[in-house]
């Protein structure tokens, strides 16, 4: 993989983005988008082999991965002994310095090994250990660069991987302000995806809150990179150059469609919403290509023929009582019939939804908002007729 101390010759590697609950075929179609060759589609998890400059590529440009791993292998373990060994086998020299710090965090489910913290323990035992034959010294200070261990458990079955990314990939870097219960930023993207918008049809947040949706929006449609204004755990890997980073930042710079008119729009009734709607635009650069407007859900208009609207309306923890909520429902209903040539995309975990919005969707696609289980009400409408 490497010379001793040196860095990676470009060759494979197995990388692991993990994802949302009923995230995991948008994650793939990213991964396989950036050139990769993926490998499998589990829950929870896309695995892919790639070069190693995809560490860096994957998280500058993933925008519904939660983050991205390294694999360090797989093995079966009943046992604390053959945890031991089978982490004991693995070249962790290869990719660890002797100045690394390797904290070890754990999970297990449906295992006969259940005790996490012994899991954690017995793993970074079975590291030093490795890394003092290769090293050939006993004591580690780990005051270097951060190499965040998972041990993960599933049905006796070890994976073992290095976190890549540091904070969840969620961060971009602009929502410095926020109200009660954002949707993350990776979830807001899922749904413009999910929604096939396209940077020449109009899109339309009634509910903009934080301002998420239509700034996941804009940064599609100009293909700006979701990673470009942060940092990541790797970054200060000595395995991975700084050129590696530094050639993946200027080709996202390259790709991106700076000049493109986009008609993005968000509107909220709230006008402390709506002020940190227009900061956080300002903070990510898309200010100039989304319109942020006070104004209550009775003023639903658009000048454009098709479009789509994208929300996350309320559906219990941001209003009180029931028939609130339903009365919400039914006036969206209403409303949104009005815009006849429209499509329409609704993030709920209101169970009776459509009972209240008066109309069965077109599709329905069970997701999760953090531990809510939520649903994605999808109203197709007619295709836009295309002038010759």
């Given at each position: ?10 060759e494979k ?5 993990t ?30 082999t ?15 991965a ?14 604390f ?11 962790w020299?290869?990719f ?6 390797f904290?070890?965090d754990g999970?297990?489910?449906?295992s ?16 030093v ?15 270097g660069?951060i190499?965040?261990v998972e041990?993960?458990?599933?049905k ?18 602009y929502r ?13 993207a899922?749904?413009?995806l ?22 996941e ?7 700006r ?7 990541f755990?790797?970054?200060s ?9 530094k050639?993946a ?11 493109e008119?986009?008609e ?18 300002r ?12 104004q209550?859900?009775?003023g639903?208009?658009?000048r454009?023929?098709y ?13 009180g ?5 339903q ?36 599709k329905k696609?069970k ?5 809510i ?13 295309r002038?010759?």
């Open positions: 993989m490497k010379g001793f101390g040196g860095v990676f010759i470009l590697i197995e990388l692991i983005a994802a949302t609950f009923g995230l995991e075929a948008l994650v793939a179609d990213e991964v396989r988008g950036l050139g990769y060759e993926v490998v499998s589609v589990e829950n929870g998890k896309v695995t892919f790639a070069s190693p400059e995809a560490i860096c590529r994957a998280n500058l440009w993933l925008r519904t939660d983050r991205v791993r390294l694999k360090m292998g797989e093995f079966t373990a009943t046992s002994e053959e945890l031991f060994q089978g982490t004991r086998a693995l070249p020299a290869d660890l310095p002797a100045d690394a710090a904290p070890v999970k297990s489910i449906k006969a090994l259940f005790s996490v913290p012994d899991c954690q323990a017995i793993v970074k035992k079975a590291i250990e490795k890394m003092k034959s290769t090293y050939k010294q006993q004591w580690f200070e780990e005051k660069p190499f965040r041990v993960a458990l599933l006796d079955v070890v994976t073992l991987t290095i976190d890549t990314s540091g904070a969840g990939l969620h961060k971009r870097g410095d302000h926020t109200g009660h219960a954002p949707l993350r930023e990776n979830l807001a899922a749904l413009v999910l929604s096939r918008w396209r940077s020449e049809t109009a899109l339309l947040d009634p509910f903009c809150g934080s301002g998420t949706i239509p700034i929006a804009a940064l599609i449609g100009l293909n990179a979701p990673g470009m204004d942060r940092s755990a790797a970054e890997w000595p395995l991975l150059p700084g050129a590696l980073w050639k930042r200027e080709e996202a710079k390259d790709r991106a469609k700076n000049g008119i986009l993005i729009r968000g509107t909220d009734s709230d006008p402390d919403a709506v002020k940190r709607s227009r900061k956080n635009a903070l990510s650069s898309v200010d100039d290509v989304i319109h942020f407007q006070v209550p859900l009775s639903l208009r658009s454009h023929k479009g789509k609207v994208v929300c996350n309306p309320p559906y219990g923890e941001r209003l009582d029931k028939p609130e909520i009365q919400l429902y039914q006036t969206m209903g209403t409303l949104f019939r009005r815009l006849e040539t429209w499509s329409y995309y609704i993030l709920t975990a209101y169970p009776h939804f459509e009972k209240h919005f008066g109309q069965r969707a077109t696609r997701l999760y908002n953090g531990n289980k939520v649903n994605f009400y999808q109203y197709f409408g007619p295709t836009p007729r002038s010759r």
